[in-house]
Structure formats: structure tokens, C-alpha cells
């Protein structure tokens, strides 16, 4: 039966931009829509890192619930803000093609800190462990808020620079009104990013057919299997809220390679992976290197990180 399906979107700026963008293809092919704008609990409180909330999925919930209770048809995600486990009722409807995955510090045209003791900013518990990692005399500052607040923030403060997705950079331009000059980036080549980084996924409940039947067709088979493979690794390391955890899948030809990292918070303690299989092999990559990892010195890891009390996510609030 059609419908106008009805898309629940966070408010921000760039998720209003992929909600759209979702809203878009849709139309294309022809079903009708409108936008849901929803605030949630991820873009309310800003004062404290998201590892310290100890809450999983912050920024879907809301629009969980709104889905559950009928408020809403459709939900868009960034997808390495969705817990690996959808609640009950809610299926994955599409995955779209992903943007850069990759990590881009921000910086104000001085790079000489480097070399010496400096201060960058993330609210990423991924990125402030391997930035740890390789620069273990940097401080690393909290930073929260969507892309433009941080990029108000990183100008007003005294750090060298601040860490971003530059997938949202892609999206939406926060550089006006700023005296960040755009062209102050660097490409951190060396940096994992989150599973699931640059896709996004839109989400319906499992009952909706014809909801479903209409995202199917904007789904990119090779972003689906990727971002799989990325977040079977995260799920079996016991992710999400618990560990800095970085992964990236790549596709050549008939071949998928999967890069991984657990770390400590601190940044000392680091265990890698980089495995390949061909591609009709890919169901099972990301537990299989997940286990590997586990086995080699991740489960005491792991282990010490629960006994040090509740840790966080790379869940951000717009990449």
C-alpha cells in the first residue's frame, strides 16, 4: 500500500543533509516523503565525553522509540553511531554508498607541534588512543558538539588542532565565520576510523513492507558488505561503548581486506590486524579477525578495561 513515508532524522545539520539525501532518492523513484526532524539525547548534553555517559546508541534511541511509536516510518543514521544490535521490530532498510572514511585533523597552518608536546581535541575514544599511540607527550582535550560548534571551538582555543570525519566535511562546509582556513587539513592516512565510518543507513521497521521495498533500492551492495564485515569485528570485540575499536574493509576485484585495531584508551597497549579473503568469503571476516585479536593478548586488554570502569564509543555527534 503507498504511503508517505515519513523520514526521522537528529536536527543537525548534517544529519538533516543525509535525511535529505535519502528523502531524494526516494522520490526519484517516485514514492512520497517528508522529513521528521527529532532531537535526541546526544545533541542535548555536550558537556561530557560520550565515553563518560556509558550510553549505547545515544544519538538512534530517540528515533527508536520514535519508530516503535509510530511517529515516524523511516529513521537515517550516520551508521557508526548504531549499536551492531537493532532493537527489536527494526531492520537495516539500506546502506547507501559510503563517503571518505578517513580521519582529517583540522589545524591552524602550524604543524611544528609535531615534534614536540601540543594539544589536539576529539570527543572519539578511537582517535584519542591512536593519536596517544603515536604521540604519547600530546594532550588530547574533549570536544563536542556538531561539526560547526567544534570548529567554533578549535578557533576560540589554544589547541593546534581538532580531529574530523571527513565525510561530514564533505557534506557540509563549516569553514564561513571561521578563521579555520579550509585548506589547514591533513589526511591522518595512519589512523583506523570507526567501523562503519562515512555510510549511512537508513533503518524501518521489520513489519513495513513497503517501506523496506523502497529503501532496497537505494542500498550499495559493496558499502552493505564492508560495513558488515566492520561491524561483526567491532560486535565481537565487545565494542560500542566499551573500547577504542577502529576498522576498515576494502574491496578489490573479487578480494575484501579488513583492517583492524584495538587499543587502549591511553593509547599503550595496541593490537592490529590487516587479513584477506576472497570476496564470497567475506560472511565471517570480521569474527574471525576479531577472535584473532582476542587470542593475541586483545582479552587481557579488554579485560583491563572493564576493571578501570565504564569507556566509550567513537559515536560522535556529526562526525
Known sequence: MKKTIRIGTRDSELALWQA???????????????IVPVKSVGDIILDKPLYELGITGIFTKTLDVAMISGQIDVAVHSMKDVPTALPHSIVQAAVLPRADAADLLIHKGDLSFFEKSGTIATGSLRRRAQWLHRYPAHKVENLRGNINTRMRKLQDSDWQGAIFAAAGLERISPFEGTNIHPEHRLALDWMIPAPAQGAMLAVALENDTYSRECLAKLNHRETEICTHTERQFLRVLEGGCTAPIGARATITDNEITLTGVLLS???KRRHDIKR???LEHYTFLGETCAKEILEDGGKETMALMKLSGPLGSDQQVSS
Open 276 to 278: 584477506t579473503v576472497l
Open 20 to 34: 535529505n539525501k535519502v528523502k531524494e532518492g526516494l522520490e526519484q523513484l517516485g514514492c512520497s516523503t517528508e
Open 265 to 267: 584508551p591511553d593509547g
